[in-house]
């Protein structure tokens, strides 16, 4: 499993989700938009499916993967 990660629009620093998912898992999600609550400006951002990437563990790197 992965951690998904958002991308602040204003600022183009990711953050964390708290949400724990996987490449496969979101290639099953349908295209959808969720309303995210961002800590670098503390307002909540309108974050499309697309937009976000999975960071997972892979031999020991970070690896980052846009979960779409
Ligand atoms: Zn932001």
Do not use: W
Request: net charge negative; hydrophobic share 40%.
């Amino acid at each position: 499993m992965g951690a998904l990660i958002a991308l602040c629009p204003d600022t183009g620093r990711p953050f964390e989700t708290g949400i724990e998912t996987d490449p496969a898992s979101m290639a099953l999600t349908p295209p959808c938009t969720a309303n995210i609550l961002c800590p670098h400006c503390r307002s909540i951002h309108p974050i499309a499916k697309r937009d976000f990437l999975v960071c997972e563990m892979v031999d020991g790197l970070l690896v980052y993967q846009r979960a779409a």
